[in-house]
Nanobody, 127 residues
Framework: QAQLIESGGGLVQAGGSLKLSCAASGSSIRTFSVSAMGWFRQAPGKEREFVAAISRSGNSKFTADSVKGRFTISRHNAANTAYLHMNHLKPDRSSIYYC?????????????????WGQGAQVTVSS
């Protein structure tokens, strides 16, 4: 059974930082290091939106304009883990963050490109 497990979410004050981790296990491990992975988020009442993506080697990275300069994506293939470093968090951006794996870097910002999804990690930003 394939699994992606997010961790590191929680409550943080506006302007603060959090680091999310995404660990692959089960079937998802076979393709983790040879495919792109991404992070998406979904606020209450809104659609899930792209946040960041990284190529299989880690050499290519993409971030949404709304988080550019504040969020950084990285990965450690030997540990089958990816990360999202979030700085200067804004108070109106409390969301559930999802990691996604086994995707194509050519369509990195599309939800449909990823095969595996985690259950999500809640990030609450207080003002």
């Amino acid at each position: 059974q394939a699994q992606l497990i997010e961790s590191g979410g929680g409550l943080v004050q506006a302007g603060g930082s959090l680091k999310l981790s995404c660990a692959a296990s089960g079937s998802s491990i076979r393709t983790f290091s040879v495919s792109a992975m991404g992070w998406f988020r979904q606020a209450p009442g809104k659609e899930r939106e792209f946040v960041a993506a990284i190529s299989r080697s880690g050499n290519s990275k993409f971030t949404a304009d709304s988080v550019k300069g504040r969020f950084t994506i990285s990965r450690h293939n030997a540990a089958n883990t990816a990360y999202l470093h979030m700085n200067h968090l804004k108070p109106d951006r409390s969301s559930i963050y999802y990691c996604a794996a086994d995707g194509s870097i050519l369509r990195y910002n599309g939800r449909e490109t990823y095969k595996w999804w985690g259950q999500g990690a809640q990030v609450t930003v207080s003002s």
